[in-house]
């Protein structure tokens, strides 16, 4: 396979957030993005990273997958696992990821794609399931999002906003329901974990100063209070393991 990727880390892990949370998935996580969002928590793969071909990375992944079994044929219902997600960063910075998403498809695997809702997702093989984030006020990269990917999405993929305050709850709340996000695939909530030291990159945006923040118990109570039509997720890897660890 023609191309290369500049990949930050490949490893072997449970899915922790999703609609797929809590499946054995291998994640290729990818070097650089063009966002600086306030509550970025892999800033180290703003830089970090080093060059493979596409057939590499096609080759960890085999390999990590190499130990699970493939689907049973007498059961066209189950799914290969386990999952891959490719994340990062920002993966469709750069060209030859579709490729790769499209041969993981073509050999069997259910493939995740984690953008930031800033880049077009054409390219992206509608067979992926591509979770699209729509940035909120306080991340301060909420005008880099392409709205034009919303006609795009399918029921297979997932729309996710990083709520950090209540303002930007408030904006989540009118954006699902003047564009009507909930007929068009689940809506995902996240709550914003407050960064460590370690995590806190000095290119990051900061939180607009007239932002109040807002708990988890109170982004829960306030979505059930409002019937919002989304799913509230927690990190689940972030429970498991310290938040800051890398490679889980």
């Known amino acids: 396979m023609e191309g290369s990727l500049v990949v930050n880390e490949i490893y072997l892990s449970l899915q922790g957030e999703s609609t797929w949370a809590g499946l054995p998935c291998v994640f290729v996580r990818l070097t650089a993005c063009p966002l600086r969002c306030s509550y970025c928590d892999t800033a180290y ?14 080759g960890h992944v085999e390999a990590w997958a190499k130990p699970f079994a493939f689907p049973n044929p007498a059961l066209p219902s189950t799914r290969r696992l386990p999952l891959v997600e490719f994340t990062g960063g920002e993966p469709l910075a750069q060209p030859h990821t579709p490729s790769v998403l499209r041969e993981l498809c073509d050999r069997g695997f259910t493939v995740l794609l984690e953008t930031s809702g800033a880049l077009d997702i054409r390219p992206v093989d509608t067979r992926v399931h591509r979770i699209v984030d729509l940035k909120c006020p306080s991340s301060g990269e909420a005008g880099r999002n392409r709205l034009e990917n919303l006609p795009l999405l399918t029921p297979r993929d997932e729309i996710k906003f990083v709520v950090l305050s209540r303002e930007d709850y ?3 709340r009118d954006m699902i329901q003047r564009h ?3 007929t068009l695939c689940p809506i995902l909530i996240s709550w914003a974990s407050p960064l460590s030291a370690s995590q806190r990159h000095p290119s990051l945006k900061s939180v ?7 708990t988890r118990r ?4 306030a979505m059930i209070r409002d019937c ?14 310290p938040p800051d660890e890398r490679g889980v």
């Open 45 to 58: 793969a703003f830089s970090q990273g080093s060059r493979m071909s596409c057939d590499d990375v096609l």
């Open 208 to 214: 607009p100063p007239d932002h109040h923040p807002i």
């Open 180 to 182: 009507q996000l909930d």
């Open 228 to 241: 919002l039509p989304a799913r509230f997720q927690v990190q689940m890897h972030k429970v498991i393991w």
């Open 218 to 221: 109170e982004l829960a109570e």
């Open 170 to 172: 408030d904006w989540t």
